[in-house]
């Protein structure tokens, strides 16, 4: 294993300034993300135009990994619908789980987390924000559906 | 002249290289390097002799306890009351009856909990326990205040780790009826003065309870001068198996109190109307024991007393000495948990690093630490931190391990430059 694959340059980038850091309010979704194992928690507050993430920011300690992947994160989702959301959500899963996911080009800066698979101890520090934010983002749904 | 000073010589020293080569697992490499285990607080290792104990009784003795009159059941019986014996004698407990076979510390928590406290408190009554405690000795007593409507009492600590004993006796009042105390905190490393406290805590009537988890590998442990009427332990951190622990309660106490779970070998008849229970020791214990596990337990203690408990005990000061020394000379390290008085365990953090990414960083250079909140949620909270990385010594550690780590934590601090 390989420290470098993990603590590459863009992750260690991000976790010392981390982007779109603090709160937005008031905000039309937010989730706390918990990962009980190393006690990182983690807020995430979203601004929604129909289902289109207009801004997001997030909140939190945590170690390098959840920092830089909650901050690569909001960079990469602005401006994303739902279904755009969900198909990135699905390729960040594979990208984190899957040994021969292959990361292109369209990942951009994402494609540094690919690392954090050589270390499976860490998977759950790169993927909470994006559980906490896909829980933020159905939990909307869910409101809007029944209002 | 060099015998006459060995012969003299108080505790003999213990030869950390002949202790290397009985513990198998630490030939392991990790990550290409040499394992430098320093996680013994979450679970010790096991030497030669445990191992090759548990493996004759697997392959020679097996069969169920008290049951059959063949041979077999005959030779677990034996191996597992002989470690029942084992263990009366490593604690001086009065009688093999006050030694109860559990899974562990945990187990042994619960089960006082529920069939001690559970059954006599009620709204008005009190249990006290400390700032430091394992969330084992905090949640099984909010479970019996949920149930019995008791209130549950947190004695204060302070900033270097110990509990505040002033803050401690002023709580203890007539209402107290129980007081559950760590023996040594997993977190800090603190070594609690529990036979002081359980004597105040007496001096008002109040039942005690010890977590000696952290304690039992570090020192000779004598219930009957602590003092304390219940005593839980974990075989896995003395150097023994997984899933075996004892919980020592005074006979007087054990013989009053209700079974615990119901089940095979607790019973003396059952009809579909009427069940009596079985005597001392075995009203606690329903259903087939972890007869392999006792076994191993023993075998573990038979180790240690071979080695000496004192002289572990000084070599592992040693080694947190050399250890608090070489962690205080690093830029932004803090270490958490100062009290004079501490096992060989060794809380910190390093500033711009989280613990988690340490351990990662450690790890990839062979050094196992624990890294995270240490099932101590409430000591983080009030050391305002999420987490730490705990480096923990056992009796085949060496300074050679202490500079691993060191070197380690240099390369951390590299990759976070």
């Known amino acids: ?147 | 002249m060099a015998v006459t000073a060995d012969r003299i010589a108080p505790a003999p020293a213990l030869d950390v290289e002949r202790v290397r080569r009985d513990f198998p697992i630490l030939e392991r490499t990790i990550n290409g390097r040499p394992l430098v285990y320093l996680d013994s607080a979450a679970s010790s290792q096991r030497p030669l002799p445990v191992l090759r104990a548990v493996e004759r009784y697997e392959t020679h003795c097996h069969s169920n306890v008290h049951r059959g009159v063949h041979a077999l059941s005959q030779a677990a019986t034996e191996a597992f009351e002989g470690a029942r014996e084992r263990v009366r004698r490593f604690i001086n407990a009065q009688s093999r009856t006050e030694v109860i076979f559990v899974r562990g510390t945990t187990e042994g928590i619960n089960l006082v909990a529920q069939s001690y406290a559970r059954p006599r408190l009620g709204p008005g009554d009190e249990i006290l326990i400390t700032g430091l405690e394992h969330h084992a000795n905090i949640v099984p007593w909010q479970m019996v205040r949920d149930q019995t409507g008791c209130t549950l009492k947190v004695a204060p600590i302070n900033r270097r780790g110990e509990v505040e004993l002033d803050g401690f006796l002023a709580m203890l009042s007539p209402r107290t009826r129980l007081v559950a105390i760590a023996h040594v905190s997993n977190a800090l490393g603190t070594v609690l003065p529990v036979k002081r406290m359980t004597d105040a805590a007496h001096a008002h009537g109040a039942v005690v309870l010890v977590d000696g988890a952290q304690a039992i590998p570090h020192s000779a442990v004598d219930v009957r001068a602590l003092g304390c009427d219940f005593y839980a332990f974990s075989g896995h951190k003395l150097y023994g198996p997984t899933g075996i622990g004892v919980l020592y309660g005074r006979e007087e106490l054990l013989a009053a109190m209700p079974p615990w779970q119901g089940g095979g070998d607790m019973i003396l008849t059952v009809s579909f109307e009427k069940t009596t229970y079985n005597e001392l020791p075995y009203k606690f214990e329903a259903g087939t024991p972890n007869i392999s596990g006792a076994v191993g337990l023993a075998a573990a203690m038979d180790y240690v007393e071979s080695l000496g408990l004192e002289a572990i005990a000084a070599h592992e000061q040693r080694l947190l000495a050399l250890a608090t020394g070489e962690l205080e000379r690093i830029p932004g390290i803090e270490i958490i948990g100062t009290a004079p008085h501490k096992a060989a365990v060794l809380s910190f953090t390093m500033a711009g690093v989280h613990p988690h990414d340490l351990g990662t960083i450690l790890d990839s250079e062979g050094v196992a630490v624990r890294t995270g909140h240490h099932c101590a949620m409430p000591v983080m909270t009030f050391f305002e931190i999420p987490a730490t990385a705990r480096a923990s010594f056992g009796c085949y550690n060496t300074e050679a391990d202490v500079a691993a780590l060191i070197a380690a934590l240099s390369k951390a601090r590299e990759v976070f430059a």
């Open chain 1, 1 to 147: 294993m390989d420290l470098k694959e993990l603590y590459r340059d863009v992750i260690l980038d991000h976790n010392r300034r981390p982007r779109n850091f603090g709160r937005i309010e008031p905000c039309d979704a937010h989730a706390e993300g918990h990962n009980p194992l190393c006690g990182d928690r983690l807020t995430l507050y979203v601004r929604l135009k129909d289902d289109r993430i207009e801004d997001i920011r997030f909140e939190g300690k945590g170690c390098a990994i959840s920092t830089a992947s909650a901050s690569l994160m909001t960079e990469a989702v602005k401006g994303k619908d739902r279904g755009a959301f969900n198909e990135l959500y699905g390729r960040i899963h594979s990208l984190l789980t899957q040994q021969d996911a292959v990361p292109d080009a369209s990942l951009g800066k994402l494609a540094a987390l690919s690392g954090v698979r050589e270390f499976p101890a860490r998977v759950k520090c790169a993927s909470l924000c994006w559980h906490t934010l896909n829980a933020a983002l159905e939990r909307s749904a869910a409101t809007v559906s029944t209002e």
